[in-house]
């Protein structure tokens, strides 16, 4: 038998204040009244705790345009989940934060596009980022363990520093600098976004001096971007083997960008238990194991710590999700990463194609 999932991941809507050209949602969003309801949230919590869910992730879209927000962290608390919201502040005003923190809420996750109010609004294709200023720090005053999601790309790299000193100053307890994932709406946008190896090697070293800086008051954790790896990463800890995601519609997914694989039928938590769902469905055996594998992932003794890498990249990418993540240097199919970093090098001004709206 799969042992249990650890996280569940709650995209409870893919409707959002923001447009950012970076955006992983699908391009194909799911519209407010198709939603699950916050009675249907609720038994979904339930059921991931029975199934061994340990964290909760709040997701979206914008999470705080759910006006049940409130309910559905109690009814996560009173399922006996950690609950972590991952919000761009922007639908949480001053007065409705302590009501999530009394309603259970434990961690939160605040993005932000960069450093300054200009270049963060021409990344978000909306105004925002001085109330995030704002929120940082009523977020200090609560019982909230409090990280600083900064998204990173070849628009902003150039001034990493510049990004790092000031989140120090909104006192987070950890910081992720997330470089851009190629899916949805940043793989349309990808040739603006790829950043340059000169960009990679600074950034690096900006990460590693704030990190000895920082050591003990502030975690920060940063990765190479997949398109730079020597080795794919074990996307989502393996197909099917960590992590369940449920979409606002109620599909059930290894990953958030698990649909854009044809050929798949994904379960819904409306017609299906979670624990059917995660054991029994054809969606999430489809590439556990080993089996599925190709050559040279088949015998390659990395093989259980990527498990093949990701297979939406690898559909992405070459247009078959069996094969070996192309980001590997040992894929045949790694020379398309090449002309992808060929091509991004020799794009011009960028013209950008903005995250819709639902």
Request: charged share 20%; proline share 6%.
């Amino acid at each position: 038998m799969t042992p249990n999932p650890l996280a569940l991941i709650a995209e409870v809507t893919h409707r959002c204040p923001l447009h950012c050209v970076y955006c992983s949602n699908p391009l194909q969003m799911v519209a407010k009244q198709a939603e699950l309801s916050t009675d249907e949230w609720v038994g979904v919590f339930q059921q991931a705790s029975r199934l061994g869910v340990l964290h909760l992730h709040l997701t979206g879209g914008e999470p705080a345009a759910r006006t049940d927000l409130e309910e559905l962290i109690a009814g996560a608390r009173q399922a006996g989940l950690y609950t972590n919201l991952i919000t761009s502040g922007l639908g949480i005003p001053e007065t409705r934060l302590p009501k999530l923190v009394d309603a259970g809420l434990d961690h939160i996750q605040l993005s932000f596009q960069d450093s300054k109010d200009g270049p963060a609004q021409w990344i978000a294709g909306a105004k925002g980022h001085a109330y995030k200023i704002i929120l940082a720090e009523k977020i200090r005053q609560l019982p909230l363990a409090f990280t600083v999601n900064l998204v990173v790309h070849r628009q902003n790299l150039d001034h990493i520093e510049e990004m790092i000193e000031f989140i120090e100053q909104l006192r987070p307890d950890r910081v992720e600098i997330a470089h851009a994932q190629y899916y949805g709406w940043a793989l349309k946008n990808r040739e603006h976004l790829l950043p340059t190896p000169e960009q990679l090697d600074s950034c690096m070293r900006a990460v590693e001096a704030a990190q000895t800086r920082l050591a003990g008051k502030t975690r920060i954790d940063c990765v190479v971007p997949d398109y730079y790896a020597r080795y794919p990463k074990a996307c989502m800890g393996g197909w099917g083997r960590r992590t369940l995601l449920i979409d606002p519609s109620g599909r059930a997914l290894p990953c958030h960008a698990a649909g854009v694989i044809p050929g798949i039928q994904f379960d819904n938590v409306r017609e299906h238990s979670l624990e059917h769902i995660w054991q029994e469905s054809a969606a999430f055996k489809m590439f556990r194991g080993d089996e599925w594998m190709p050559e040279p992932c088949k015998s390659c003794d990395r093989k259980e710590q990527d498990f093949g890498g990701c297979r939406c990249q690898a559909f992405l990418v070459t247009g078959n999700a069996t094969a070996t993540d192309p980001v590997c240097s040992l894929s045949p199919d790694h020379h398309l990463i090449e002309i992808a970093r060929a091509a991004a090098a020799d794009a011009a001004q960028p013209t950008w194609f903005y995250r819709a709206g639902v």
